[in-house]
């Protein structure tokens, strides 16, 4: 064993003490809604597919005809030769079911994030973050090198408190969060942190990942409020509702021209492949037209919300939250043994002593397996 292995078991041997080491499991999904493991098929509430489209005939359809004419990958970055014809048209729908001028697309939302927050802010700027904000949001703030705060989960009191004592020191200031909480499911106050924003001069950047497609008619966060605020800079996912593989910035067109100058994780990676860029133009297709398609996540959260027993669902994510890791795994286990895939989540992706099942509805689930599973944790998980 060299150092560099003792070192690495050394680390691995201290995650399982704690019951945080992690462990990859072949999973196919061979539907919306199932997925082989360990030779079994299991109801799948663990994927962020909302709308089932990453196995939709239209769109696998699109994937393979752009596939065919124009090969596997784009060759390079996007602003050397891989930028191939469908971008453009995938971005204008983008920005279209956004209400922006304009949106750039990346080769996912991880990298989305860690390029568009440097290219904004710097050493002298200030950045507000959620506390619960993806780790995404995280990783861009520390790569821009800026003062970077946390406000407490959606308390505005706080935000507003933080800028009055350091939005003055700082010459521009950014505020981030998700619009839909990856862990939780519960929704930011937009209109409250778009009305903060504009008193403090401060600029908003939404994280819609698990929005897009599910809340405010399909169009995201921003659209699921009475009031639609204004929000400067709507990011995302192609990789959740869409169904495929990307990530997005929609905002005004100034914005997007300084972000393809700027962002590296734009400049410095290559384009993405054409069938994925032409799978989430069919999957946009979809969510744009189909109304009663993007309200089923939804429906059917609520559906289990309810007969679970738990705080209605304002999205297609329901936490059950039970505490320590190894109660996570243990009803995870119960569960995977009746059929349903439901994966535990454990620290550091939430806050230590909140370890739970994250529950993820899609449009396909069928009520029978619904009330099922919310008949196990109803009596056996939670009793
Ligand atoms: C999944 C997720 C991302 C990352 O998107 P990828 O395209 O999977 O890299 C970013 N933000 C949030 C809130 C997410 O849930």
């Not at 937009?190 to 809340?215: E, F, I, K, Q």
């Not at 699921?224 to 990789?239: E, R």
């Not at 979809?286 to 705080?311: K, Q, Y």
């Not at 209605?312 to 190894?326: H, K, N, R």
Request: hydrophobic share 45%.
């Amino acid at each position: 064993m060299t150092a560099l292995d003792r070192f690495a078991a050394q680390k691995l041997q201290d995650l399982e003490a704690r019951q945080l080491r992690r462990r990859l499991v072949d999973t196919a999904r061979t539907d919306g809604t199932h997925a082989m493991r360990n030779e079994r098929r299991l109801v799948s509430f663990s994927c962020n597919d909302y709308l089932n489209l990453s196995h939709h005939p239209q769109v696998k359809a699109a994937a393979i005809a752009a596939l065919e004419r124009y090969g596997t990958g784009a060759g390079a970055s996007r602003l050397v030769t891989g930028n191939h014809p469908l971008f453009a048209e995938l971005e204008s729908r983008l920005a279209q079911l956004k209400g922006t001028e304009a949106a750039c697309v990346f080769g996912s939302g991880y990298l989305a994030n860690a390029g568009i927050i440097p290219a904004l802010v710097g050493r002298d700027d200030l950045v507000l973050l959620d506390e619960f904000g993806h780790a995404c949001l995280w990783a861009g703030a520390r790569l821009a090198r800026a003062n970077v705060l946390a406000f407490r989960h959606n308390d505005i009191d706080h935000a507003a408190s933080l800028l009055a004592e350091y939005r003055p020191q700082h010459a521009n200031a950014l505020i981030a969060t998700d619009g839909v909480f990856s862990m939780d499911g519960d929704l930011a106050p937009l209109p409250a942190l778009s009305t903060l924003a504009a008193r403090t001069d401060s600029w908003l950047l939404v994280d819609d990942a698990h929005g897009l497609g599910v809340v405010g008619d399909g169009r995201g966060s921003r659209f699921a409020h009475a009031d639609v605020p204004d929000v400067p800079l709507q990011m995302g996912t192609l990789s959740k509702a869409v169904g495929g593989y990307g990530g997005y910035l929609c905002a005004s067109r100034a914005v997007i021209e300084l972000i393809e100058n700027r962002a590296r994780s734009f400049i410095y990676s290559t384009g993405l492949p054409p069938a994925t860029v032409a799978a989430a133009i069919a999957a946009l297709d979809l969510i744009s037209v189909d109304r009663e398609l993007v309200t089923r996540p939804r429906r059917n959260a609520r559906r289990f919300t309810r007969a679970a027993g738990l705080a209605e669902a304002q999205s297609a994510i329901v936490p059950v939250v039970l505490g320590t890791a190894d109660k996570a795994l243990a009803a995870a286990q119960l569960l995977e043994d009746e059929g349903f895939l439901v994966v535990a989540i454990r620290p550091p992706s939430v806050p230590d002593g909140t370890a739970r099942l994250r529950l993820a509805f899609t449009a396909g689930h069928a009520d029978i397996d619904i009330d099922r599973l919310a008949e196990l944790v109803r009596d056996r998980v939670l009793a």
